[in-house]
């Protein structure tokens, strides 16, 4: 029976992959081994069978047995141990969630409804490395793979409205302890239905400049305000984060020559799902009804909302989405510069497709 190691399922992406293998009786059919960085020897988690107790995720000794190893502990655990463990001639599959090893040339950013195509010759060929892609642009792909699969695709810009969860659990907390003291420090004027909106607006911005405002992690209120600015700065202008969106994309779909790929990435004060306003400069008219009914027919996750305030506000939302795997697509429409140009807004958990659920599925195909 093949042996699993996984690494880093205690954290927030690991424990999502970890509610969704058990969901999905996703530790069938394998060994399953449970390390970690800091508490080996202690008991492994509840699977629904018996497990080892808790092996050294630094014992590249013992993950050298491994068949496959699933990672969602982070880049630097990767920088570390990865090398070592290659140096002693392993040869398994490595799934990680983490970017380190993303844009090697021996690495695959998987996507399986997205580029299945891509893994199954990748795996024919012996790639070892399969790695999960940055969340927007994974969220991206899932809402308009159908785009780029029937050639459509000039160019593409992505504004994005990107979650706290993205930068972290910690960055979480921080979100909703700020929401809190807002709500505080304006509690008694909202009592009274007779105060003055611009007292109760005075009073929260005194709270967010406070000395007491909690920005330890992101350097700034985010609650009633937005960040934008997403991971370090480029030479080109850009932050990471929006440099990702073009060479990850084309990366995870392969192209032969670079579609161009750009926006500015914001972080909101949404907990876990990202958002993203689409422009693209399409390379032919088609049909509006046409691109709905491609985009809805891409996969099994993709849904298009009606173009109407009740639809948007029902099923177009971060809080619309979260916790779940739907993707939905909604505002479809042409732009006013011309019958090419079409925009679009999505929606999608971050933590989901955004990260746990394509090493889930890639671990799922290098099982087969
Ligand atoms: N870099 C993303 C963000 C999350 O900051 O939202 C990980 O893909």
């Not at 429409?333 to 599925?361: H, V």
Request: one cysteine or more.
């Amino acid at each position: 029976m093949l042996k699993v190691a996984f690494i880093g399922w205690r954290g927030m992406v690991g424990s999502v992959l970890m509610d969704r293998m058990r969901a999905e009786n996703g530790f069938e059919g394998f060994e399953p081994l449970f390390a970690s960085t800091s508490q080996a020897g202690q008991a492994g988690p509840d699977i629904g069978k018996p497990v080892s107790p808790l092996a050294d995720a630094h014992d590249t000794d013992l993950l050298a047995g491994m068949d496959i190893i699933v990672t969602c502990q982070g880049s630097g655990y990767t920088q570390k141990v990865y090398p070592e463990l290659r140096s002693k001639g392993w040869n398994g599959y490595w799934i990680d969630a983490a970017s380190a090893l993303r844009m090697a040339d021996d690495s695959i950013i998987v996507l399986d409804p997205v580029n299945r195509k891509i893994i199954d010759q990748a795996l024919a060929d012996g790639v070892k490395n399969f790695i999960g892609g940055n969340c927007t642009v994974s969220l991206m792909l899932m809402a308009a793979g159908a785009l780029f699969e029937n050639n459509l695709v000039e160019w593409m810009t992505s504004m994005t409205y990107q979650a706290a969860s993205g930068s972290g659990a910690k960055n979480m907390r921080e979100l909703v302890s700020q929401m809190k003291i807002i709500g505080q420090s304006a509690q008694d004027l909202m009592a009274d239905p007779a105060s003055a909106i611009l007292d109760i607006d005075r009073r929260v911005l005194d709270a967010m400049s406070g000395e007491d405002f909690p920005v330890e992690h992101f350097g700034v209120p985010l609650a009633g305000s937005l960040i934008p600015w997403i991971d370090s700065a480029m030479e080109s202008g850009q932050t990471k984060e929006e440099w990702k969106g073009f060479a990850e994309t084309n990366k995870i779909l392969q192209t032969d020559s670079p579609i161009p790929i750009d926006g500015i990435c914001v972080r909101i004060g949404a907990m876990r799902s990202h958002s993203q306003a689409i422009a693209v400069k399409l390379t032919r008219d088609v049909p509006v009804d046409e691109i709905a009914g491609m985009i809805g027919a891409a996969n099994d996750w993709v849904e298009t909302v009606p173009n109407t305030k009740q639809d948007t506000l029902a099923r177009l939302t971060p809080a619309a989405v979260s916790g779940t795997l739907s993707v939905p697509v909604g505002r479809i429409r042409k732009m006013n510069m011309g019958p090419e140009y079409l925009s679009f807004f999505t929606a999608g958990d971050q933590l989901l497709w955004g990260a746990a659920e394509p090493i889930r599925r890639m671990l799922n195909i290098a099982l087969e």
